[in-house]
């Protein structure tokens, strides 16, 4: 059966439960950055590229099945960590699951505490784009 968005989320709470210093914190997210998949050059375009982000990100989105599954990549090694977070909680849902998605891990993980307000507006950057990417295919999905 699959996981809920909270499921994953609580997943990840766990996760980072395991490491006391933020450093050690910050290494991991890393570790997820360069276990994200390589994004296709032909998505690398200025047009999927997210604004707000101080690194450069490219953020994909399709839907297939009905759910909507993401793909990124960032010249930032740290950033790349954020978007696999991010991919891994809301990829493969249902579109109404990423719009109305909290996201109470990033909080939770102490990742909006921790970076500079840059990089928290690159975060939040990049959660529009997925939950805008979601609202338009929920309403081709509609048509």
Request: overall charge negative.
């Amino acid at each position: 059966m699959e996981k809920t968005i909270k499921e994953i989320e609580s997943e990840i709470i766990e996760e980072f439960e395991l490491f006391d210093e933020w450093s050690a914190k910050y290494e991991y997210i890393i570790e997820l950055g360069q276990k994200l998949p390589p994004l296709d050059g032909k998505y690398k375009t200025d047009e999927n590229r997210i604004k707000g982000c101080q690194s450069s990100v490219w953020l994909n989105a399709y839907e297939k099945d009905g759910k909507v599954f993401f793909e990124a990549d960032s010249d930032s090694t740290f950033v790349k960590g954020e978007i696999a977070l991010l991919i891994r909680v809301l990829s493969g849902h249902r579109p109404e699951a990423v719009i109305d998605a909290e996201l109470n891990f990033i909080d939770a993980i102490g990742l909006r505490q921790h970076v500079a307000v840059t990089r928290a507006n690159g975060l939040a950057s990049m959660i529009r784009q997925m939950k805008i990417f979601a609202l338009g295919l929920q309403t081709v999905n509609r048509k």
